[in-house]
């Protein structure tokens, strides 16, 4: 009769063992469409998320009302272009676009660009890592563009690749831009 019980007992474990192999199977399948699931939800996400921050689905934004009617029209450069334009006559102003006083900037530089008897003038913003070789507490003018140092804020007008005037007040740039203006 031992062996009896023995042979049941063994059959019923191999039978539990099935049962808990089966078990498992069903989890990993559960446990792989969650996943799944996951995934496919991230991509959706980051899907709408791209869309939303480019602009093409208006759904969080309102329609901007603001007219802006002036636009600056100066060009940037680096530090290394300074005296290398094509005008004959033309102003470099060297300042930080990060600054608070960029509206003051603004508003002269703006006046300026509406000017008919205005030169070209090109920014330099001091606050780009690019420039930082020609950055400096003190305006150091040189002809050459590896000793030239610009202070926050220069201007400075450059006739035939040299710097013929320097100005590094605020007063200063704004007076004598303004004397451009019509």
């Known amino acids: 009769m031992k062996k009896k019980e023995y042979q049941k007992r063994l059959a019923k474990e191999k039978q539990e063992l099935k049962e808990l192999q089966l078990g498992d199977k069903g989890k990993n399948i559960r446990n792989g469409i969650i996943i799944a699931v996951c995934v496919i939800a991230f991509f959706f996400i980051m899907f709408a998320f791209t869309k939303v921050k480019t602009g093409e689905w208006n759904i969080f934004t309102r329609k901007n009302t ?3 009617t002036a636009e600056i ?9 300074t005296l290398n334009r094509s005008d004959s006559e033309y102003f470099v102003l060297a300042y930080n676009i990060g600054d608070d006083d960029v509206t003051l900037y603004d508003s002269i530089l703006e006046r300026y660009n509406n000017s008919t008897k205005k030169i070209p003038l090109y920014k330099l913003d001091l606050s780009n890592s690019r ?3 020609c950055k400096s507490d003190k305006l150091t003018i040189s002809n050459n563009v590896k000793e030239l140092k610009f ?4 201007l400075v007008k450059v006739r035939n690749g040299i710097i013929v005037n320097s100005y590094t007040n605020y007063d200063l740039i704004k007076d004598t831009l303004l004397t451009y203006v019509d």
Do not use: E, H
């Open 66 to 68: 603001t007219n802006y």
């Open 73 to 81: 029209q100066t060009t940037k450069i680096l530090c290394g272009q």
């Open 131 to 133: 420039n930082n070789s």
């Open 151 to 154: 202070q926050v804020p220069s």
